[in-house]
């Protein structure tokens, strides 16, 4: 584990559905008070004047063509246009390989993680970091393990059943490949299942109070985190 080296102004967050704010409720409707939302707020708080940019979408991989719901969900096309678009970026936060557990993707929890390696290839290849636009300078990246599914992920009465089937057990498999290529790459990660659980009614999702507690319990890690 490595100490973040800079401060926090500009945030990244690069995520999917968990991210974007869809809830195990409210069909779809997106959370206002979604976890980033609630860490730019406790950062502040702390007297943290930050800025959270934030860049997620329902259904995003990390690394593969999406067949049936559009290759635009593949997070490597987009990665670096996003990177720069919104440089300077101190910090960019990654949280996807979820949906990369989908059966039809056929994917192991090794391919998972070789795809965050593949975005975390491109943020070490792209000046999005602080200065001018002329400057080489990188984004600092931190790597959030997504939490293992819910147990109603394995109930074949669940409506979503054969779309996720194994998912369940690669998803606890995560955090041992994510964590090798972090060390590997000295890269700060944290494993979100030391702290949240996926829904209870939605395997995949998050509920309201897990964003609230999150987005605290992230805020907390980061003040301790940085370097004075």
Known sequence: MVSLKRSLKNILI???????????????????SRWPIIFESNLNKVGIDCKIIEDALPGRTTNIDDGEDGKHLNGTVTFKSTL?????????????????????????????????????SIANDTNSGEGTWHDEKKSEVVI???????????????????????????????NE???????????????????????ENDPIHWSKKTHKNFGEILAKIFVKKIKP
Do not use: M
Not at 14 to 32: A, I, L, P, T
Not at 95 to 107: C, E, H, I, Q, V
């Open 14 to 32: 690069f995520g999917d559905s968990n991210s974007w704010g869809y809830v195990d409720e409210d069909n779809g409707k997106r959370y206002e």
């Open 144 to 174: 959030l393990i997504p939490p293992i599914l819910g147990k109603l992920s394995v109930d074949e009465s669940w409506i979503n059943y054969k779309e996720w089937i194994g998912a369940f057990e690669k998803s606890k498999k995560l």
């Open 84 to 120: 720069l678009s919104h440089s300077p970026i101190d910090i960019v936060i990654i949280l996807l390989g979820t949906n990369d557990l989908k059966a039809r993707f056929a994917r192991q929890p090794k391919d998972v993680a070789n795809g965050v390696l593949d975005l975390i």
């Open 177 to 199: 490949f994510y964590k090798d290529i972090c060390k590997a790459e000295k890269i700060e990660f944290i494993d979100t299942s030391e702290f949240i659980v996926s829904s």
